[in-house]
């Protein structure tokens, strides 16, 4: 009889959900107008083209929802998300582009540099299939919390594309361990929606929840 030994599944403690909002839909397959348009504004911000980011900010501006008060105030410190290999000099970094585009508008208190990724993992938008992608686990053990110049009252994560919310999750455990009795929350200018053939709107502002089982390793975004 031939056993097969099970790697066990590694276990995050502390955080089970963090809150999010995006912005707009983006389409990484859709054939439709609307969907080849939201690839070209997806393209774009993760260019780091300045007149698409702040043409996107300037949406946040004008929303009025009480709940986008939990993302952005003038008690919020923006953080950016790190790219997937560590930064190097000159390197373009779209989330610290978003970053600068928010604090013009006054959405946040302060930017600091809080996460930085200390080794390559395998860029996201490159592998076709989630199980392709890294894990919560491979992006937490490629991350690490620099020093801070003062304390944040609350943090809000900025990235350019919400995909799974692996990457977040794992910046938010990190700090997470650093700041226990912080808030923290996560923002992207674009979510995928890789489920639906076409999306029906473009713009379309969102709230909802990253949560991670630790049965499984993986993340589950709702919506």
């Given at each position: 009889m031939t056993f097969l030994l099970l790697q066990p599944v590694p276990v995050l403690k502390s955080l089970t959900k963090i809150r999010y909002f995006t912005l707009c839909n983006y389409s990484p397959r859709g054939h439709s107008e609307l969907s080849i348009k939201s690839?070209?504004?997806?393209g774009g911000i993760k260019a780091g083209r300045i007149n698409i980011i702040n043409s996107a900010i300037e949406r946040i501006d004008d929303l009025k929802a009480e709940e986008i008060e939990d993302f952005f105030n003038d008690k919020i410190t923006l953080v950016p998300v790190p790219r997937s290999a560590p930064l190097t000099q000159g390197a373009l970094w779209p989330a610290k582009e978003i970053v600068n585009a928010l604090l013009e508008a006054n959405l946040g208190k302060d930017h600091q540099v809080l996460i930085k990724r200390i080794h390559h993992v395998k860029k996201s938008s490159s592998q076709v299939g989630a199980d392709q992608r890294p894990s919560v686990e491979d992006h937490y053990n490629s991350l690490?919390?620099?020093?801070?110049?003062?304390?944040?009252?609350?943090?809000?994560?900025?990235?350019?594309?919400?995909t799974l919310g692996r990457t977040f999750f794992a910046?938010?455990?990190?700090?997470?361990?650093?700041?226990p009795e912080i808030e923290i929350r996560c923002c992207s200018l674009i979510r995928t929606q890789s489920l639906i053939p076409d999306i029906e709107k473009l713009?379309?502002?969102?709230?909802?929840?990253?949560?991670?089982?630790n049965r499984t390793g993986k993340t589950t975004r709702n919506p």
């Open positions: 690839r070209n504004v997806c690490s919390v620099q020093k801070y110049l003062t304390k944040p009252e609350r943090i809000t994560l900025i990235d350019d594309v919400l910046c938010a455990q990190r700090l997470y361990e650093s700041f713009l379309d502002p969102s709230f909802g929840d990253i949560t991670y089982n």
